[in-house]
């Protein structure tokens, strides 16, 4: 059987994605792809959608007087981005995410940065309380085109175990 497929039925097959606990080992990096350009579009509208007034994201004008020059690429989106880019490999099979720590702004991005993502598993354990389940702990980086470190953080979830959890069906 071919990684990421299962079959269900006679020349029929469905995609699947993401890592049961049992898959995840100590000190694998998983590279996300594909990468995310980060257009005008998507800055302004996060910036403006999450009610961050700041204007070194929207105004053109007043970013051109900082140091930067331009618009900044909004902090929370290049988290978010890097968490969304990561579902696929990590999370998919996740019953929740159990936190979020240790983040880390490291590089500006600016719009027309491509981010790329890749995360390392650091940790994990079986669950206490919740036997079909297991604990996983990653570091995720944010890196541009050019393989700089825009930022980072660590994240915990709940995740199912084989022959557990809504995906078997």
Not at 12 to 20: I, K, N, V
Request: hydrophobic content about 35%.
């Amino acid at each position: 059987m071919r990684q990421g497929v299962i079959t269900v039925g006679p020349q029929r097959y469905r995609e699947t994605f993401g890592r049961y606990y049992e898959e995840f080992v100590i000190g694998d990096v998983y590279e996300h792809r594909p990468g995310r350009t980060i257009t005008d579009y998507d800055n302004v509208s996060f910036a403006l959608l999450t009610m961050n007034t700041h204007p070194a994201h929207f105004d053109y004008a007043f970013a051109a007087k900082t140091e930067f020059g331009k618009p900044l690429v909004c902090s929370p989106l290049t988290v978010a981005l890097m968490t969304g880019m990561s579902v696929s490999d990590v999370s998919q099979k996740a019953v929740a995410n159990l936190g979020w720590s240790d983040i880390k702004l490291i590089h500006p991005l600016f719009c027309g940065d491509t981010l790329y993502a890749e995360s390392e598993v650091l940790a994990k354990r079986e669950s206490s309380s919740r036997p079909e389940q297991g604990i996983v702990t990653i570091r995720t980086l944010g890196k541009n085109q050019d393989g700089v470190t825009a930022a980072s953080f660590e994240r915990t979830m709940l995740i199912w175990k084989q022959g557990f959890g809504p995906m078997e069906s």
